[in-house]
Structure formats: structure tokens, C-alpha cells
T-cell receptor, first 112, second 115 residues
Framework: EPEVTQTPSHQVTQMGQEVILRCVPI?????FYWYRQILGQKVEFLVS????????KSEIFDDQFSVERPDGSNFTLKIRSTKLEDSAMYFC??????????FGSGTRLTVV | GESVGLHLPTLSVQEGDNSIINCAYS??????FIWYKQESGKGPQFIID?????DKRQGQRVTVLLNKTVKHLSLQIAATQPGDSAVYFC??????????????FGKGTKLSVIP
């Protein structure tokens, strides 16, 4: 069964550093998403991406965040200057017609 | 305010019993709902979904019921097994003003199965 693949599984970074989280969505999917989950809390929407542009973003997705689909297979989330409160699990998801979401296993980001 | 929420944060059931996990939503325009299972350290795993034109949908050992009148969603797990122990989230697929969709998750119910 096709999977959404995320790397790395765990990233530790110093506060103020830039991080890039990587995702390989399912190949024929058209819509791509990033969600995050702070420990013990619910999963929160960050951003959706379609046709090479952001289609929707939440208030969490401020100027420190950016997304990119650099090569037709990868989908990345960049945090420019990490803060302690950015520590969370970050999930990538994709789907074909805005239904039937498939989630990756997540990247645990720890900001120290 | 939160669009999707859960009535109970934790649920303990005896192995072999049936489990019922509930969820309330507030957006009557939502047309698609999903139940996810999340095990520790893993991403949300799809269990079952239902569209708003249906009241009930059955899968293998799982049933989702949708009551649009009271905006309530439930997940029933038959013959609960230890492997069912996890956090269960309902999610509501909402269309935004910009025309795109996004999932709004509830807080989750932790299901513990007692052997």
C-alpha cells in the first residue's frame, strides 16, 4: 500500500536554528498538507498546498514557516528560526481529491 | 472555538467487550468525517470515514454512526482487542472560504483495553 514517507523521524535543533522537515507524498496525490501535534494535544492544521502554491494556512503558520515542492516528489516544511514552542510532532499528509488523507509517521522536532 | 470535540478523554474496556467513542462537531456544513487511530509515536492511521449523506458505515469490526440532527459522531469497535489500545481522534473535513479543504481534529480519546 502506498505510504507517505517523512524524514528524519527525530530532529533535535538549537533555538534560533533553521530546520527543514521532508516528506515524500504518495505519487499521484495532488493535495499536500502539514499538521503538527504538540505532546498530549490534538493534531492541528498548519498548511495545505495544491498546484504548487499554498491554498490555505492557519494562524500558526506565520512568517517563520514556509513550504516547498522543489522537485515534483518532495514536499518540505521549513522553520526559519526555531523557538522552544515549535517542539512537536510534525505530520505530512496527502490526498488526491481533498478526501482520503494519508498521513506519514511524523517527525519529532525537539528545540533545545 | 473548537469545531470538533470529544466527550470523554479516556475509556477503559475489557477485552472482548464493545467500545463506543463519541465525538461532537459544530459545523453543520462539514460533509466528510474520519476516525483515526494513533499509537504512541506514530502518525494518525485511518480507520473509517463517512460522508454526510450517510448515517452509518461499517468496516471490519468498526462502525461509524453519524447523527446530523445533533451533530454527533460515534465509533463503535466490536470485540475490542489489546491491539486496539490507542488514542482515537475524530476529524471533520471542512471547506475553507478559499475553497480548499482541511481536517479539524478533536482532542482524542485514549482507549485502554484490559486483558
Amino acid at each position: 500500500e502506498p505510504e507517505v514517507t517523512q524524514t528524519p523521524s527525530h530532529q533535535v535543533t538549537q533555538m534560533g536554528q533553521e530546520v527543514i522537515l521532508r516528506c515524500v507524498p504518495i505519487s499521484n496525490h495532488l493535495y499536500f498538507y502539514w499538521y503538527r501535534q504538540i505532546l498530549g494535544q490534538k493534531v492541528e492544521f498548519l498548511v495545505s498546498f495544491y498546484n504548487n502554491e499554498i491554498s490555505e494556512k492557519s494562524e500558526i503558520f506565520d512568517d517563520q514557516f514556509s513550504v516547498e515542492r522543489p522537485d515534483g516528489s518532495n514536499f518540505t516544511l521549513k522553520i526559519r528560526s526555531t523557538k522552544l514552542e515549535d517542539s512537536a510532532m510534525y505530520f505530512c499528509a496527502s490526498n488526491y481529491l481533498a478526501y482520503g488523507y494519508t498521513f506519514g509517521s511524523g517527525t519529532r522536532l525537539t528545540v533545545v | 472555538g473548537e469545531s470538533v470535540g470529544l466527550h470523554l478523554p479516556t475509556l477503559s474496556v475489557q477485552e472482548g467487550d464493545n467500545s463506543i467513542i463519541n465525538c461532537a462537531y459544530s459545523n453543520s456544513a462539514s460533509d466528510y468525517f474520519i476516525w483515526y487511530k494513533q499509537e504512541s509515536g506514530k502518525g494518525p492511521q485511518f480507520i473509517i470515514d463517512i460522508r454526510s449523506n450517510m448515517d452509518k458505515r461499517q468496516g471490519q469490526r468498526v462502525t461509524v454512526l453519524l447523527n446530523k440532527t445533533v451533530k454527533h459522531l460515534s465509533l463503535q469497535i466490536a470485540a475490542t482487542q489489546p491491539g486496539d489500545s490507542a488514542v482515537y481522534f475524530c476529524a471533520e473535513n471542512m471547506r475553507s472560504g478559499a475553497g480548499s479543504y482541511q481536517l479539524t481534529f478533536g482532542k482524542g480519546t485514549k482507549l485502554s483495553v484490559i486483558p
